[in-house]
């Protein structure tokens, strides 16, 4: 049972490490990124389908994205989606094809992306935290329910312990790597 709570933690922690890089991968930086459009639904046919799975995207340069809609009739409702959407960026559309120009960001701006970043990162932790917690409750009801000493409860805590500090530490090096990323000119 001790082993099932430890392990089930292990997971959930490192799903909070995976969801924080996809977090990450829509922050806009200043360089194109597909990844960016993958919140961004369109009206295709009376349904709401993201721009990926109707669309091929391309990126030909750092700081452009192509986006080419395999059904040309819907050109228009991507193009007034992106503008919907809080990308902020301007799209050029041709008829057929749609460029989105992602301009550097100014160095206010990128001070802005890393306190947003910061603020994703913090949120992860506070996941981390709270799945320690949940695991330490766990352990605590065992005490009193099944025959396992407080020995052997205080031996699986102190592990989870070191799988939270190993996951906070994980997340650190996520942020740096998005902060260097995002501080890039």
Known sequence: MIEEITKATNEKMDKT?????????????GRAS??????????????????????????PEAHLLVIEPWDKKIVTDVVKAIQASDLGIMPSNDGGVIRLPFPPPTE?????????????????????????RDANS?????????DYSKD????????????????????DEVFKRKEAEVMEV
């Open 17 to 29: 490490i995976v969801n924080l890089s996809s977090e990450f991968a829509t922050v806009r930086t």
């Open 34 to 59: 597909s990844a960016m459009l993958e919140r961004i639904y369109v009206n295709y046919y009376g349904v709401q389908t993201p721009i990926t799975q109707i669309a091929s995207i391309k990126t």
């Open 108 to 132: 206010e701006r990128r001070k802005e992306l890393v306190k947003q970043c910061r603020q994703i990162a913090e949120e992860a932790k506070i996941a981390i935290r709270n799945e320690r």
């Open 138 to 146: 766990k352990l605590e009801r065992l005490i009193k329910e099944q």
């Open 152 to 171: 052997e409860i205080h031996r699986a805590q102190e592990k989870i312990q070191k799988l939270t500090d190993k996951h906070i530490e994980e997340v």
